[in-house]
């Protein structure tokens, strides 16, 4: 009875201010729009962020760096984020409810509303299984990503960030505006679809002959599938044993935009920014 009350509460209090929310997301939506067509910086890379920085918000996950770089990225601004996040923060300390949206660490199943923060908790999860086991750790379309910031700050490994040059430049300058320590960081260019990334890893001193640990969190479904292809293999056959990675996936259907409401939207608002979805995977079989 308890969770019926709250959920009620939760929901009539997002309703209530639903019209601030969708103000604040359009606002933002339409800025993040106009800036990565302007400097070809990833604007798909602000979603993961956004929900490590609910996390932290919530208390259930720290990550400081987290909040210092969202407050330094283009687009970004204290009264555009009450906006946008300020009637679920307040539905959850009225309410006393949760959402699944900010749990961590996590139950499962993981649903389309929980997808995120799910993938979080499995990337940090993978990570730190593996961190005792390499010596350099890799993250593949770093984008916003903040790991290497607190999880791997204090540790032995090397640090490499990976993504495109426009990105890469994006995020430099909010890691330096934010006062983020990145000397142990360092920082590859490379376009995954057009250069084999791992000769461009191998010029700034990673050694294949050392176990490494690949995280490539949010990033295959925008690539083509040859690159995809091009990263696995290149992971299984050109670094040594003990090395391994991880990553997401997309079913075919969210990546081709049909079916559900929330696959359309997801592949319109990728096509939106600039960064079409292009690899899924099939899950479900087409067969009779
Ligand atoms: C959704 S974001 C995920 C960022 C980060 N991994 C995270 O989870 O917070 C996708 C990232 O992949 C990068 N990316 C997409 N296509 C790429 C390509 N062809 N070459 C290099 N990076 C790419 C984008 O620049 C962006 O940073």
Redesign the pocket.
């Known amino acids: 009875m308890r969770k019926i009350i709250a959920t009620v509460v939760f929901i009539a209090i997002e309703l209530l201010l639903l019209p601030i929310s969708l103000i604040g997301y359009v606002w933002l939506a339409v800025k993040l729009i106009l800036i990565s067509r302007r400097t070809g ?2 604007a ?2 602000y ?3 956004f929900t ?1 920085w609910m996390l932290h918000e919530t208390g259930v996950r720290k990550d400081l760096a987290c909040k210092r770089v969202l407050m330094s990225l283009p687009g970004i601004s204290a009264l555009n984020l009450h906006m946008l996040t300020g009637s679920t923060f307040l539905a959850a300390r009225l309410s006393g409810l949760q959402p699944g949206f900010m749990n961590y660490p996590v139950t499962l199943p993981s649903t389309i509303m929980t997808m995120v923060n799910h ?2 908790a499995f ?1 940090d999860k993978a990570l730190l299984d593996h961190l005792d086991k390499v010596k350099q750790v890799v ?7 903040t790991r290497a910031y607190n999880m791997l700050k204090e540790d032995r490994v090397r640090v490499f960030e ?3 040059a ?2 890469q430049r994006v995020k430099q300058t909010a890691l330096q505006q934010a006062g983020i320590d990145t000397a142990h960081v360092t920082f590859v260019t ?5 250069e084999p ?1 791992l000769d461009s890893l191998k010029r700034y001193n990673f050694d294949p002959k050392q176990p490494a640990f690949f ?5 295959i479904y ?2 083509e599938a040859e ?1 995809v292809k091009a990263t696995i293999n290149a992971v299984s056959s050109q670094i040594t044993s003990g090395s391994a990675i991880a990553f997401d996936y997309f079913c075919r259907e969210l990546v081709a935009g049909v079916g559900r409401l929330t696959f359309r939207y997801g592949a319109k608002w990728s096509q939106a920014v600039g ?1 079409p979805l292009q690899f899924g995977i099939p899950t479900e079989s087409t067969g009779p």
């Not at 490379?190 to 057009?194: E, G, V």
């Not at 995280?215 to 990033?219: K, M, P, R, T």
């Open positions: 910086m990833s798909t890379a979603s993961p962020l490590r993938r979080t990337f993250i593949l379309g770093a984008g916003w990503d990976v993504d495109t426009k990105t490379a376009d995954f679809n057009r990334w995280l490539w969190e949010g990033v925008y690539l690159a960064e």
